[in-house]
């Protein structure tokens, strides 16, 4: 799923004031070193780095509820992608692991799920199988607000595609919902496609073929080479979030053996040759990446700002990057601001979007660098802050 060595490339919350400082910290490793503000140098310890990571996430778990009441699918399930499945949703005073509460048929604002196309295979029984369809509430943000959006979230949940959902009477698994995204290829008019990379390269083989509903072929290369075609910088949250989706499918190709030739090429070309080279062009000096993500250099005086477009393209970062590259200074002295971004908005209610891709990207840098870590479902009553919808 990530990169493993490196690739030939031209690399050899409420408006707050940034205040321009670093953390030094000290440790038993011998420290990276990195450009400071005012040109002095500033140090950025291995191990410091990975305790201020974890305090960040462990806030943003444990003091940070989200809750069928006051909260939809939207913020929920952004909550669920920077956690995994268990991340905790609070129903009529409970705490539950989201996805389980879905699986169990859970009602939630935005989850709104349908019965789709007859699928060709039947139950086991002979009774006819239908596909799973999420629908699309764009702009609502209650509901999915992009095409296969709710599968992108869950197929990062590494679940099998058995997993089965109940939705009213029927239950559905991911291979029907998996199935019916591909036969609705052409009701997404705008081909935006990032959303659909993720889910679908989760659950089939980068080289897989099929027909839609209106019997149009598709392929995996089709897709990325329908959102190399939306052009650089293009898309929700500066183009972020369609650098992902084609990052993603590429690691996932790559894993399966496939070649750089073809949109694959011109996918690899995009992400390290232009994203990734532009991200450390236009990073800022105290860390954060920049404002106008990888169109061109900019700094917010707003943190609520700086966490979304910094943590967008961290996220971006560490799904892109080797572990050796991660390790470079210029991506620990990102991580590091960004985890200090977190440290000074405690206690401010924070957009989800930005709040659960940045805790994301802290999630994922943590994995890759210094291994996984486990989080418990929270205990007691819901804290005194909660991200605003």
Known sequence: MYRTAARPSILSGASCLIALFLLVGLGCRPAMQVEGDSGEV???????????????????????????????????LHGVLAYGPNFPVEHEGQLY??????????LMK???MERGNRLERSHEDGSPRYGLRAVVEPGTQTGQGHYDQWLAIISQCDLPETTEFKIGDHSYTI???????QLDMSRNPEREFSWTLIGLTAYLPTDASWTDSQGKRWTMED???????????????????????ISMAL???????????GAWASAEEFVRDKAITHARQYQNPNGSFSSNYFLRSGAAADLAETLGSSGHTLEFMTLSLTEAELSEPWVMHATDYLSEVFERTEGIALEC????????ALVLYRQRVYGPREFEMPSGTPGDVAPSI
């Open 353 to 360: 979007g930005a709040l659960y891709h940045a805790a994301h």
């Open 251 to 261: 690691n996932r190709h790559l894993a399966q053996g496939g070649k750089l030739e």
């Open 42 to 76: 500033a140090e950025v310890d291995p191990d410091a780095l990975r305790d201020r990571i974890d305090v960040a996430l462990d806030y943003t778990w444990e003091k940070r509820r989200l809750n069928t009441r006051d909260h939809a699918a939207w913020q929920i």
């Open 223 to 245: 897709l990325v080479q329908a959102e190399l075609d939306h052009g650089f910088g293009s898309g929700a949250c500066g183009g972020s979030h369609r650098l992902i989706g």
């Open 175 to 181: 291979a029907d919902w998996v199935a019916q995204v």
């Open 97 to 106: 692991p989201t996805v389980e509460y879905l699986q169990s048929g859970g």
């Open 110 to 112: 935005g989850w709104t």
